[in-house]
Protein backbone atom coordinates (compact mmCIF):
# COMPACT_ATOMS: atom_id res chain seq x y z
CA UNK A 1 0.00 0.00 0.00
CA UNK A 2 1.32 3.15 -0.93
CA UNK A 3 0.42 6.68 0.81
CA UNK A 4 -0.36 9.51 -1.11
CA UNK A 5 0.42 13.31 -0.88
CA UNK A 6 -1.11 14.82 2.29
CA UNK A 7 -3.89 16.75 1.22
CA UNK A 8 -2.04 20.05 1.75
CA UNK A 9 0.00 19.46 -0.57
CA UNK A 10 -2.00 18.54 -3.51
CA UNK A 11 -3.55 21.90 -3.25
CA UNK A 12 -2.40 24.98 -4.73
CA UNK A 13 -1.08 27.25 -2.43
CA UNK A 14 -3.39 29.87 -4.04
CA UNK A 15 -6.27 27.97 -3.54
CA UNK A 16 -5.34 27.42 0.10
CA UNK A 17 -4.46 31.46 1.15
CA UNK A 18 -7.81 32.51 -0.75
CA UNK A 19 -9.77 29.70 1.19
CA UNK A 20 -8.33 30.63 4.52
CA UNK A 21 -9.85 34.06 3.43
CA UNK A 22 -13.68 32.54 2.46
CA UNK A 23 -13.53 30.24 5.68
CA UNK A 24 -12.12 32.60 8.18
CA UNK A 25 -14.85 34.95 7.19
CA UNK A 26 -17.61 32.26 7.02
CA UNK A 27 -17.00 31.02 10.50
CA UNK A 28 -16.98 35.11 11.94
CA UNK A 29 -20.27 35.19 9.65
CA UNK A 30 -21.53 32.29 11.40
CA UNK A 31 -20.54 33.28 15.11
CA UNK A 32 -21.88 36.69 14.65
CA UNK A 33 -25.20 35.10 13.79
CA UNK A 34 -25.17 33.00 16.61
CA UNK A 35 -24.25 35.62 19.02
CA UNK A 36 -27.05 38.15 17.27
CA UNK A 37 -29.55 35.50 17.07
CA UNK A 38 -29.09 35.49 21.19
CA UNK A 39 -29.24 39.19 21.19
CA UNK A 40 -25.50 40.10 21.80
CA UNK A 41 -24.77 43.09 20.12
CA UNK A 42 -21.31 44.80 19.17
CA UNK A 43 -19.31 41.87 19.02
CA UNK A 44 -19.40 41.56 14.78
CA UNK A 45 -16.69 44.15 14.35
CA UNK A 46 -14.26 42.70 16.36
CA UNK A 47 -15.07 39.43 14.88
CA UNK A 48 -14.54 40.19 11.79
CA UNK A 49 -11.13 42.07 12.39
CA UNK A 50 -10.03 38.88 13.76
CA UNK A 51 -10.74 37.17 10.75
CA UNK A 52 -9.49 39.36 8.56
CA UNK A 53 -5.72 39.99 10.65
CA UNK A 54 -5.73 36.17 10.50
CA UNK A 55 -6.09 36.38 7.07
CA UNK A 56 -3.46 38.98 6.67
CA UNK A 57 -1.05 37.14 8.73
CA UNK A 58 -1.00 33.77 6.79
CA UNK A 59 -2.29 34.16 3.61
CA UNK A 60 -0.98 37.88 2.47
CA UNK A 61 -1.91 40.52 0.77
CA UNK A 62 -4.58 39.11 -1.97
CA UNK A 63 -6.59 36.94 0.16
CA UNK A 64 -6.71 39.86 3.11
CA UNK A 65 -8.30 42.09 0.67
CA UNK A 66 -10.88 39.84 -0.37
CA UNK A 67 -12.02 38.85 3.37
CA UNK A 68 -11.99 42.71 3.93
CA UNK A 69 -14.44 42.66 1.48
CA UNK A 70 -16.22 39.96 2.17
CA UNK A 71 -16.21 40.93 5.86
CA UNK A 72 -17.85 44.58 5.09
CA UNK A 73 -20.56 43.19 2.99
CA UNK A 74 -21.20 40.80 4.97
CA UNK A 75 -21.18 43.05 7.98
CA UNK A 76 -23.21 45.41 6.12
CA UNK A 77 -25.98 43.06 5.61
CA UNK A 78 -26.63 41.10 8.42
CA UNK A 79 -25.84 43.56 11.18
CA UNK A 80 -26.33 47.45 10.31
CA UNK A 81 -29.71 49.11 10.30
CA UNK A 82 -31.51 48.91 7.96
CA UNK A 83 -30.75 45.11 7.70
CA UNK A 84 -30.65 42.05 5.23
CA UNK A 85 -29.70 45.45 2.52
CA UNK A 86 -26.50 46.74 1.09
CA UNK A 87 -27.20 50.60 2.04
CA UNK A 88 -23.89 51.99 3.65
CA UNK A 89 -23.90 54.67 5.47
CA UNK A 90 -20.64 56.90 5.38
CA UNK A 91 -19.87 56.32 9.07
CA UNK A 92 -20.11 52.60 8.17
CA UNK A 93 -17.69 52.64 5.59
CA UNK A 94 -15.16 54.98 7.52
CA UNK A 95 -15.28 52.86 10.67
CA UNK A 96 -15.09 49.30 8.65
CA UNK A 97 -13.23 50.52 6.03
CA UNK A 98 -10.52 52.12 6.82
CA UNK A 99 -9.21 50.77 10.05
CA UNK A 100 -9.21 47.18 8.48
CA UNK A 101 -6.87 48.08 5.56
CA UNK A 102 -4.30 50.12 7.88
CA UNK A 103 -4.45 46.57 10.00
CA UNK A 104 -3.80 44.35 6.75
CA UNK A 105 -1.23 46.80 5.95
CA UNK A 106 0.53 46.33 9.58
CA UNK A 107 -0.20 42.78 9.58
CA UNK A 108 1.50 41.72 6.23
CA UNK A 109 4.69 43.67 6.95
CA UNK A 110 4.69 41.83 10.13
CA UNK A 111 4.18 38.45 8.89
CA UNK A 112 6.64 35.59 9.17
CA UNK A 113 8.88 34.38 6.59
CA UNK A 114 7.86 31.91 4.18
CA UNK A 115 10.64 29.01 3.46
Request: hydrophobic share 50%; with cysteine.
Amino acid sequence: MTLGKPLSLSIPAVVQRYGLALVSVAVALGIDRVLFSHEVKGVGFPIFLIAIALTAWYAGVGPSILALVLSTLAFDYYFTEPYHSFYITRRFSLLFGIHPLCLNGDMVQRRPATC
